[in-house]
């Protein structure tokens, strides 16, 4: 007997009703890691050669022991359905599994599903499920159960900022046997099987949504390694291993537990606070290191320091260009030669931050290392292009004026955001430029609502996925907020030439076409200048030198701990 559900897409005044904090840090939102033709940077190979698990069972690991980590934030709920923060990428792995893995290449790979098949049109996926997995509450793992995954990911109160925008283009989902799962996609999605391995998709027990669906976000129950022991919000978060945990993801190459057996993650904002900590051994890890504290990690000889560079778009300034004077490209590309991107990586990363000028960081495939060579700083021609653009005249202070007016632009952003020096300066670059930017802080509710309105003139953001579809979630036109829905082009770009490469990309799986199609994206991009790259996105880390056996999640670049071990 099968079972069928129907998917329905969600309306934007569904959606709204998300946290303010989560809809921000959606915005801070890995198919496969770069190309190997390409000349790699260091953490390209800290990526690929940090994924990658021993051929078989480290000899040495020890069971036993807890581990105790510090990072930068709480992640508001530990449901990844529900919210986006960049902690879940982490705090996920640990409670949950998915269908489907990356391995250390980045290519998907078994994991509860055996195997999949897909149809010709790209249109139908059937799952085969293993049959050995329950969640942590005893329910096992069936159809049934992903079928319930999917409707509590899509649904309207579940308002997801990520997870349902993921699965969006799934039109139904049919259990045909206990362990058989068909899902009919209303178009080919060749991301599919990558963003079914992130995160924020694992799959939680059906009971559990069933029975008490409002407990996900401080109790979820996963099918994960470790099970929640307490989460106190503000404060860290708690988990025990699972004894009879016995279906890690195929490439790890691991058989039963983990060996560690608790879990002990403390959030703590204050940058100085968490290295030192470390430093001094109260912490065994940390996450989110801090770049002006990565030099003194390399330094100590207890530490081991990892910064990878996530895959998907790397930080970027987005313009506006659905009003003016943004809805210039010659201003937006003045911007782009006249902001000294090097200058700002190294001010903001301390010499950690690659610089970017492509819209795709390299560790995605499908990178144009040659966008690298496009907007080298030219702050003389910028100012040709503002001149040429009638802004030719100043003021008294030295602004860009034209018709009288001067040449002011606005940066609104939450009061809860964590300032640092970007803000500054952006704000200061553009006063080189004679353009008035003015930084205005505001309550995030309200914050929010501007950028729900596109009432700004210039925001920062990132967006990290395991896919290069990154650029259709970021670029595409049915990605501007509407009525209809929450979306991510900030930039509000509106480009026919643009949208039908990013279409024709989700609906190939040739991946001859896909190299030729994303590259000619990335070169419209070049072309329309909707946001201007500046640094590749991170996650850095660090482990005291007892602490063995962790991999760099091969989807995220974040601590993977299933396999991480204590010397005594």
């Not at 904002?269 to 940390?286: I, K, M, Y």
């Not at 144009?368 to 040429?388: K, T």
Request: with cysteine; hydrophobic share 35%; aromatic share 8%.
């Amino acid at each position: 007997m099968s079972s069928h559900t129907q998917f329905h897409r969600r309306s934007a005044s569904a959606v709204v009703a998300v946290t303010a904090a989560a809809l921000v840090l959606s915005a801070c939102g890995v198919p496969g890691t770069a190309n190997t033709e390409t000349e790699e940077v260091d953490s390209i190979k800290a990526l690929t050669e940090l994924a990658v698990p021993p051929s078989e069972p480290d000899p040495d690991a020890v069971s036993g022991g807890t581990l105790s980590l510090s990072t930068g934030s709480d992640p508001v709920c530990l449901d990844g359905h529900q919210v986006s923060t960049a902690e879940l990428q982490l705090l996920g792995r640990i409670i949950y599994d998915n269908l489907v893995s990356l391995d250390a290449e980045g290519n998907p790979a078994p994991w509860l599903a055996e195997s999949w098949d897909i149809s010709e049109d790209g249109k139908t996926y059937t799952f085969h499920l293993r049959d050995d997995v329950t969640f942590s509450d005893g329910t096992p793992l069936d159809a049934e159960a992903v079928v319930a995954n999917f409707e509590h990911m899509a649904a309207p109160e579940t308002a997801s900022p990520l997870a349902a925008a993921y699965i969006d283009p799934i039109e139904s989902t049919e259990a045909i046997d206990e362990h058989t799962l068909e899902v009919h996609l209303e178009y080919a999605y060749s991301p599919f099987l990558y963003v079914l391995a992130q995160g924020w998709l694992g799959l939680i027990s059906p009971t559990q949504l069933e029975e008490d669906p409002e407990s996900t976000c401080l109790e979820p129950i996963g099918s994960g390694p470790f099970v929640v022991d307490q989460y106190t919000p503000g404060e860290g978060v708690t988990f025990d291993k699972r004894e009879d945990y016995d279906w890690s993801a195929d490439y790890l190459n691991h058989e039963g537990p983990a060996y560690l057996d608790r879990i002990e993650i403390s959030f703590i904002a204050e940058q100085a606070v968490r290295f030192t900590s470390l430093a001094s051994g109260e912490f065994d890890a940390s996450s989110n290191i801090a770049p002006q504290n990565a030099e003194a990690a390399k330094n100590d000889p207890e530490i081991n320091y990892h910064n990878i560079s996530r895959i998907g778009n790397p930080q970027r300034i987005t313009l506006n260009t659905e009003r003016e004077p943004f809805d210039d490209v010659n201003v937006r590309k003045a911007l782009a030669l006249g902001i000294d991107v090097e200058g700002i990586a190294e001010a903001v990363g301390f010499g950690e931050y690659e610089p970017r000028h492509a819209f795709l960081s390299p560790t995605t495939q499908y990178y144009r290392e040659e966008a690298e060579e496009s907007w080298d700083y030219d702050p003389e021609r910028a100012a040709e292009l503002l001149d040429e653009a009638g802004w030719e005249e100043t003021d008294g202070e030295g602004y860009r004026t034209k018709d009288g007016e001067r040449f002011t632009v606005e940066f609104p952003f939450a009061d809860t955001a964590v300032v640092g020096s970007l803000n500054d300066l952006i704000q200061s670059e553009l006063r080189n430029l004679g353009i008035d930017l003015e930084l205005v802080q505001l309550p995030a509710a309200e914050a929010t609502q501007r950028r729900l309105d596109g009432d700004y003139d210039i925001v920062t953001g990132v967006w990290h996925t395991n896919t290069p579809d990154a650029l259709y979630i970021v670029y595409h036109s049915d990605e501007i907020t509407d009525d209809v829905r929450i979306g991510q082009n900030t930039s509000r770009l509106q480009d026919e030439e643009l949208d039908d490469l990013l279409v024709q990309a989700r609906q190939t799986t040739d991946f001859g076409e896909l190299e030729s199609l994303y590259g000619d994206a990335q070169e419209r991009l070049e072309e329309l200048v909707p946001a201007i790259p500046l640094y590749d996105f991170y996650s850095p880390w660090a482990l005291r030198d007892h602490v063995n056996g962790v991999l760099a999640d091969s989807s995220h670049g974040t601590p993977l701990l299933t396999l991480a071990w204590l010397d005594e």
